[in-house]
């Protein structure tokens, strides 16, 4: 079985989406597919074929997340042992060495990254380059645009 890393906010928010579909989408859904078989000749009927496919986008989904859910390892970080190392769900205050520009990463599962709030994969070139280290360590990271040299400045466990 495949096990899926997670915050607690991650698990959180895939059950909250798993609620909202079996709870309202897959109901709006089964109306729009009977509204639609009303109107005669399913052939022909858009509408009838637009709520089927749908359907199956939906259920999907729904599958999707209870699989995750399934195999999920929520991992809460302030838990952890708090001795500096970059480990998964911790934020990681970072500096260029080449041009001195300060980034600041959480990492995270993959359902839960969003690069541009700052939530990056465990999976990710960057988090793979920086997992394991320390506080103060130099981290050197194949990026899309060439090898950065990132310090290590802050290890947050929140």
């Known amino acids: 079985m495949q ?6 906010e991650g698990h959180a928010a895939l059950e909250a989406e798993l609620k909202q579909l079996k709870t309202v989408e897959r109901p709006r859904i089964t109306n729009a597919i009977a509204e639609a078989r009303e109107h005669g000749d399913l052939k022909e009927n858009a509408e009838y074929h637009a709520a089927r496919e749908q359907q199956g986008l939906c259920e999907a989904r729904i599958r999707d997340i209870e699989a995750k859910l399934g195999g999920s390892q929520v991992i809460d970080p302030t838990k952890l042992p708090q001795d500096g190392r970059v480990v998964f769900g911790v934020t990681v205050v970072l500096e260029n060495i080449d041009d001195g520009e300060e980034r600041r990463y959480k990492i995270v599962g993959d359902d839960e990254a969003d690069f541009k709030t700052g939530k990056i994969s465990v999976n990710s070139p960057i988090a793979r380059g920086l997992v394991g280290k320390s506080e103060g360590d130099e981290a050197k990271i194949q990026t899309p ?8 400045l802050e290890v947050i466990y929140e």
């Open 145 to 152: 645009s060439g090898l950065v040299e990132f310090e290590i």
């Open 3 to 8: 096990r899926y890393p997670m915050t607690p």
